[in-house]
């Protein structure tokens, strides 16, 4: 029975799926078990999927029917629900090829776990670590996009996260997202602010001003933003009005205005020694590899 599981969603990315699950394989031992939800692939994904399970005895992989109710979080928590392993490592994505310090990471979770004296999930960029039973009473939610910033609002209403600030762990290998892609994905998560009860007007207001925190946010200049807020705009009333056939779902009371989740992650995402400070804790980092240490050690 591993200990481990790094839940994957993937779907028609048949040029990256092995190589990005190779990166995350070479750098890991057999308490690690990937768990691989595949959501109906056309491009030969799943073939690829199959034959590397065949290979690897850690992988194992859920071709799941194409259903057009089905969205990204039930997907997510799909994966989580089929893993083994008592800790879950998720948001590590088969576009994306690993540095070697997933291993670092459990690491520097288990030494803050040490400290902690409540179930939490560990934060980074392109990585989480939490306790399956964590993600079974918080779960991701039926949502086409934002369904990670949706998590992090219950998360942080449980005060159940730490969020690490540390130096990029992967490299994107997949193909540059489009125009078209960028907008969908804007649209989407407008959306998903419907599905969840983030207030309307005060959507309108972060579409007029908001502080840059640059957290789910594109950097852009000024033309750039005054564009932005005219396109947000437009298209919020547009996408509440969409959402009305949608599934509703519930947000902690005092995180319904849009952006304060972001506000909570800019004030708690600190370097390694900071959240040592915070949480009294000492993470061992003779326990780290050498790269490890470069990347999540910030200023050391």
């Given at each position: 029975?591993?200990?481990?599981?790094?839940?994957?969603?993937?779907?028609?990315?048949?040029?990256?799926?092995?190589?990005?699950?190779?990166?995350?394989?070479?750098?890991?031992?057999?308490?690690?078990?990937?768990?691989?939800?595949?959501?109906?692939?056309?491009?030969?994904?799943g073939?690829?999927?199959?034959?590397?399970?065949?290979?690897?005895d850690?992988?194992?992989?859920?071709?799941?029917?194409?259903?057009?109710?089905?969205r990204?979080?039930?997907?997510?928590?799909?994966?989580?629900?089929?893993?083994?392993?008592?800790?879950?490592?998720?948001?590590?994505?088969?576009?994306?090829?690993?540095e070697?310090?997933?291993?670092?990471?459990?690491?520097?979770?288990?030494?803050?776990?040490?400290?902690?004296?409540?179930?939490?999930?560990?934060?980074?960029?392109?990585?989480?670590?939490?306790?399956?039973?964590?993600?079974?009473?918080?779960?991701?939610?039926?949502?086409?996009?934002?369904?990670?910033?949706?998590?992090?609002?219950?998360?942080?209403?449980?005060?159940?996260?730490?969020?690490?600030e540390?130096?990029?762990?992967?490299?994107?290998?997949?193909?540059?997202?489009?125009?078209?892609?960028?907008?969908?994905?804007?649209?989407?998560?407008?959306?998903?602010?419907?599905?969840?009860?983030?207030?309307?007007?005060?959507?309108?207001?972060?579409?007029?001003?908001?502080?840059?925190?640059?957290?789910?946010?594109?950097?852009?200049?000024?033309?750039g933003?005054?564009a932005?807020?005219?396109?947000?705009?437009?298209?919020?009333?547009?996408?509440?009005?969409?959402?009305?056939?949608?599934?509703?779902?519930?947000t902690?009371?005092?995180?319904?205005?849009?952006?304060?989740?972001?506000?909570?992650?800019?004030?708690?995402?600190?370097?390694?020694?900071?959240?040592?400070?915070?949480?009294?804790?000492a993470?061992?980092?003779?326990?780290?590899?050498?790269?490890?240490?470069?990347?999540?050690?910030?200023?050391?």
């Amino acid at each position: 029975m591993p200990r481990y599981s790094i839940a994957i969603c993937s779907y028609n990315m048949v040029e990256t799926v092995v190589p990005s699950l190779r990166s995350m394989l070479d750098q890991v031992g057999d308490d690690f078990e990937f768990v691989v939800v595949d959501g109906g692939s056309t491009d030969g994904t799943g073939i690829e999927l199959r034959r590397l399970e065949a290979e690897d005895d850690r992988v194992r992989v859920f071709t799941l029917d194409p259903d057009p109710d089905r969205r990204l979080g039930a997907d997510r928590q799909r994966s989580i629900e089929e893993c083994e392993g008592e800790y879950v490592l998720t948001q590590l994505d088969v576009d994306d090829e690993y540095e070697p310090v997933i291993e670092d990471f459990v690491s520097i979770y288990h030494d803050f776990e040490a400290g902690i004296d409540r179930e939490f999930l560990l934060s980074g960029t392109g990585i989480n670590m939490a306790p399956k039973s964590l993600y079974l009473d918080i779960p991701y939610r039926n949502l086409a996009s934002s369904e990670d910033r949706d998590l992090w609002r219950r998360l942080f209403a449980a005060r159940a996260v730490v969020w690490l600030e540390h130096d990029q762990i992967r490299e994107q290998i997949g193909y540059e997202k489009s125009f078209r892609d960028h907008l969908r994905r804007d649209w989407s998560g407008k959306v998903a602010d419907a599905q969840v009860g983030i207030d309307f007007l005060s959507c309108l207001a972060w579409s007029v001003s908001h502080p840059r925190y640059h957290i789910l946010e594109e950097e852009r200049g000024p033309v750039g933003r005054v564009a932005k807020s005219l396109y947000d705009l437009v298209t919020y009333p547009l996408a509440y009005r969409a959402a009305r056939e949608l599934p509703r779902f519930e947000t902690p009371p005092g995180l319904e205005r849009r952006g304060t989740v972001e506000g909570l992650i800019a004030s708690a995402r600190k370097p390694l020694a900071e959240l040592e400070t915070e949480y009294d804790v000492a993470v061992d980092r003779e326990a780290l590899s050498e790269r490890g240490r470069a990347l999540f050690c910030l200023d050391e």
